[in-house]
C-alpha cells in the first residue's frame, strides 16, 4: 500500500525557510526568492496550427494565426528558448517565402524580411506549388518582468502568389502542421 503525506509547507532544520504548496494547484512556491537552477526550465507554452485557411499575398510580414504564446517571465535574468516550424506551399515556382518570429512586435529571428528565403518546389511548368518545412530555434534574453508575446510571421516575395499554410495553394491537401513552442529557462 503506497503511503501519501499531506502538507502546506516544507521547513529548513531551523525552522525557516519554508517552501509552500498551493492547496488549489499543489505547485510548490520558494522561499526568500529562492530560484531553481540556472539552466532550469521554469514554464513552457506551445501553440499549434492544424487547419489549412491562413494565405497571404502580403510582401511584409503579417502574423499567422494560432502561431503565438504569451508568457510572463519569472525573473529579469530569464531566457527563452523559442522554437518554431511552418509547413507552408505557394501557388506558383516563383514564389519565395520569408519567415522569422517576433517578440512583443520586435523581431528575434529574422533580419526584417530579407531571412530564410525559400523556393517552392514546382517547376515553370506546373502551377501547382509544393510544401516546405520552415524551422527556427533562437534563445531571446529580454531583461523584463512583463508579459511577452511570441509570434510566428511570414511574407511572400510577391503579391502575385499566396503563400499558404500547411498546404499546398491549388490542390487544398493538407500536408503538416505548424507550431511555436516557448520554453522560460532560469538564468
Known amino acids: 500500500m503506497a503511503s501519501i503525506l499531506n502538507v502546506d509547507q516544507i521547513n529548513n532544520a531551523a525552522g525557516t525557510g519554508a517552501i509552500t504548496i498551493d492547496a488549489s494547484t499543489g505547485k510548490p512556491s520558494f522561499p526568500n ?9 521554469l514554464q513552457v507554452a506551445q501553440s499549434r496550427k492544424t487547419d489549412t485557411t491562413f494565405t497571404t499575398t502580403s510582401t511584409s510580414f503579417v502574423s499567422v494565426p494560432d502561431l503565438s504564446v504569451t508568457l510572463t ?4 535574468s530569464s531566457k527563452f528558448l523559442v522554437t518554431a516550424s511552418v509547413s507552408v506551399g505557394a501557388y506558383w515556382w516563383a514564389a519565395n517565402g520569408y519567415f522569422g518570429v517576433y517578440a512583443n512586435g520586435t523581431t528575434i529571428a529574422g533580419d526584417g524580411g530579407n531571412l530564410w528565403v525559400y523556393q ?26 512583463s508579459p511577452i508575446t511570441f509570434q510566428v510571421v511570414v511574407a511572400s516575395s510577391t503579391s502575385s502568389y499566396a503563400l499558404c499554410v500547411n498546404r499546398q495553394q491549388v490542390a487544398a491537401n493538407k500536408r503538416g502542421n505548424s507550431w511555436i513552442t516557448v520554453r522560460e529557462i532560469a538564468g
Open 120 to 145: 517552392y518546389g514546382a517547376d515553370s511548368s506546373n502551377s501547382v506549388g509544393e510544401t516546405m518545412q520552415w524551422s527556427e530555434e533562437v534563445l531571446y534574453a529580454p531583461s523584463t518582468t
Open 73 to 76: 517571465p519569472t525573473s529579469t
Open 33 to 41: 526568492g529562492a530560484n531553481l537552477p540556472a539552466g532550469s526550465v
